[in-house]
């Protein structure tokens, strides 16, 4: 049944005003704010597909919303719904799932077990909480079957968990589905957290036909004193981060490691590069996890161009089989040196065909690819990525940029048609949460091995610090700023052309 007869059938033409009770009678005895759903809550209720997702901007009813659709079919003898977060503590702070529970289901005939975290009621139908500390702790609902999934503050699991307990566990019998009681998967979050990057892709950017995402705003928070909210919660942050959080904007967060980054500024078309300017490589190595491989290149003053990339699928890491894809890629772009984190020339075990200690670097050597030691550092290569992104209003975008000669360029670039996970992680990229030791001062290390790579090895290639690639003939030139920009230009003579 579509979600627009749903939504017909619960009309309720005496109030004019949706009745979502009049469709579900399971909420009038137990979501005591049922009359109070915003329009996007109800939306969320009337939904008629596999996955539905919804959040965006923090305060905008998520709980409410998550715990009011597992109820809905709470009338329904076998029933049974699961409500996740990551860590059980999250799970019963005030406010949250297991509290806002307690406070709609205490006064019913639901009965509460304590030891199983879990609400049974007269039907039979069963309301259970859990969580998914880490990849292991999917196996703890091996043995379970549920016709409702939600997840809360979804961008703080990893897409392995969400689907393998997503999709493994739900099953429908036949009088299940001749009650009409429909197998859904429902999930929310905000903005930010380790797994923002996997969210945005799978429920905004490259959502399938069968799913939704239904925006909300704290304003569509019927239980929210959004004015207070404002004041006393937002009030610390800027003007640009509080907007965020309030419409709930994907493309930014709180905690963004690179929140300057902007693909109108940083993000270049594909364009033949001078001969001239000098090459070099940066890599992240994976095994099994991906290996990110990027090719640079530096102008005549200092802008730094990343434009080519190998980026491999998870497993398919080998150094021999990444080898032969970047010995391929180097005829084109004329580069022989890879920076990569010292790790890789950690011993791990035996010897290679020379007698030496055999390592990732000495697989990679044996297969004909030399690698260099970068500066690992994560506080600095961060600064360092930091300050090459920044606008500087002092400098003017190259001639080679779509808005050559404006003021306000930062010193690195990316062409982003060649190297889109790079593009794609940046903006996504976390910093340290508060509560560890360098929190706010790197990228989260946690993030970075797990979806950052092609920021990782963005890190060791802006660690090595290279100058700017000489002229063919001539003194190198000025700086570029506002200046200095009529003598450089009257200095570049060379405009041979090399294509990678």
């Known amino acids: 049944m579509s979600s627009a007869l749903l939504a017909r059938q ?18 009038q005895t137990y979501c005591p704010i049922v009359h109070d759903l915003s329009p996007q809550q109800a939306l969320f209720l009337l939904l008629d597909c596999r996955e539905g997702f919804y959040g965006g901007a ?45 406070e709609w289901l205490g006064p019913t005939d639901a009965v509460w077990n304590e030891q199983q975290k879990e609400w049974r009621f007269p039907s039979g139908a069963v309301l259970k909480f859990g969580h998914v500390k880490d990849e292991n702790a999917v196996f703890n609902y091996q043995g379970g079957a549920y016709h409702y999934i939600g997840w809360d503050e979804l961008t703080q699991f990893t897409p392995s968990q969400f689907e393998y ?37 799978r429920f905004l950017d490259q959502r399938s036909p069968s799913t939704v995402f239904i925006p909300a ?20 942050l800027g003007d640009i981060l509080r907007r965020q959080l309030l419409d709930g904007d994907w493309g930014a967060f709180e905690g963004a490691a690179f929140h300057k980054f902007d693909p109108a500024v940083h993000v270049v078309p594909r364009f033949e590069l001078p001969s001239s300017w000098e090459r070099f490589e940066s890599v992240d190595p994976g095994i099994n996890n991906p290996t990110a491989w990027l090719a640079w290149a530096v102008d005549h003053e200092g802008n730094l161009l990343v434009f080519d990339s ?70 600095a290569g961060y600064a360092r990525l930091r300050e090459l992104l920044e606008p500087d209003p002092r400098r003017l975008y190259p001639d ?3 808005r050559a000669r ?55 290639g802006a660690m090595s610090r290279p100058d700017a690639s000489d002229l063919p003939a001539g003194p190198p030139p000025e700086p570029r700023t506002v200046a200095g920009v009529e003598e450089n230009r009257r200095r570049v003579s060379d405009r041979s052309r090399y294509q990678y």
């Open 400 to 402: 080679w940029h779509p």
């Open 10 to 27: 619960a009309w309720n033409p005496e109030t004019d005003e949706l009745d979502l009770a009049r469709l579900y009678p399971a909420l």
């Open 217 to 236: 705003k704290a304003a569509d928070n019927p239980g929210l004193d959004v004015a207070d909210y404002i004041e006393n919660s937002l009030s610390h």
């Open 58 to 102: 923090a305060g905008g009813g998520k709980t409410w919303a998550l715990l009011a659709a597992a109820l809905q079919y709470v009338d329904v003898p076998g029933y049974a719904a699961l409500l996740l977060r990551r860590t059980f503590p999250q799970l019963s702070q005030p406010g949250q799932l297991i509290a806002t529970s307690k």
């Open 406 to 460: 404006e003021p306000g360029a930062p010193r690195l670039f990316i062409i982003g048609e060649t190297c889109p996970e790079l593009v794609e992680q940046l903006p996504a990229a976390p910093l340290q949460p508060i509560e560890k030791r360098l929190a706010g001062e790197i990228i989260d290390p946690d993030w970075e091995s797990a979806y950052g790579h092609a920021v990782a090895s963005a890190r060791y």
């Open 310 to 379: 190998v980026y491999t699928d998870e497993g398919e890491g080998l150094p021999s089989k990444v080898a032969p894809r970047v010995l391929a890629r180097r005829e084109l772009w004329a580069s022989t040196v890879a920076h990569t984190d010292p790790s890789a020339w950690n011993r791990s075990g035996g010897l290679n065909r020379w007698g030496l200690p055999a390592s990732l670097a000495t697989e990679y050597e044996d297969a004909g690819v030399q690698l260099s030691p970068a500066n690992n550092d994560p506080r």
């Open 165 to 201: 307990v997503s999709f493994s566990r739900q099953r429908r019998d036949l009088r299940m589905q001749e009650l009409g009681v429909p197998i859904r998967v429902r999930a929310a979050a905000n903005p930010g957290g380790i797994g923002h990057a996997w969210v945005k892709k």
